[in-house]
């Protein structure tokens, strides 16, 4: 794993936040990096181990803009200000954060090819490698306005369930895993995916099926691919990458 950013000040963040904020840096820095961003909306949560407190982008901040000591901390069961975190970032993050303690990081997208594959009735279709990662493995959640009401937390759990992923019909993607390392790149996987689906559709030909055995299959071949934690060794080459090109994340 990358080293934890020196910039950060040891008198300001322990340790395991430093880390935290390190890591999430990255993720936002990352996801402008390859298109996922909606100007100053969406967002990625990432939980401060030890803590029932996360960390979340400045409202206001675009993801290039983002750096390690500019996310927000805030407790999960309280109500952060909404004029320092987007309040519809609250309801859906804290929302899962407090129903899966096994989850460290949540990830949100409004991407047009995660929108649009949210619009199909069909939803995400096991077609290419990268969607069938997510075979049998993802949920849907039905649009219900600008996610600003606290009464909708239940059932974006409860159509979450023991997944890691989520299309939020209408809406867009969310991915939810351990670590930020396999959050980003489950979703960096899953935009894949639907980008091929939208592009394969428009090319107005039949789609080859893949058949369920083989489906099922590569599922569970992706987990753990190469003997390694799940997204961690594409995650330690975008870190690489990211701290040669674009070092002011970790500030």
Sequence with gaps: MAPISTSLSTATFGNAERQTRYDLAACYRLAARYGMTDTIYTHITAKIPGTEDILINRFGDQFHEVTASSLIRFNIYEEPSARDVNPAGAVIHTAIHAARHDIGCVMHTHTIAGVAVACQAQGLLPISQHALQFYNRIGYHDYEGIALIDDEKPRLVRDLGNH?????????????????????????????????????MAGGAALYPVSEPIRELTATQSDGFGGQDTGLPEWIAHIRDLERTDPSFAD
């Excluded at 209408?170 to 592009?199: K, P, W």
């Design 164 to 200: 890691g992923a989520l299309v939020l019909r209408n809406h867009g993607l969310l991915t939810a895993y351990a670590t930020v390392a396999e959050t980003f790149s489950a979703m960096f996987n899953l935009e894949r995916a639907c980008q091929i689906q939208i592009a394969a």
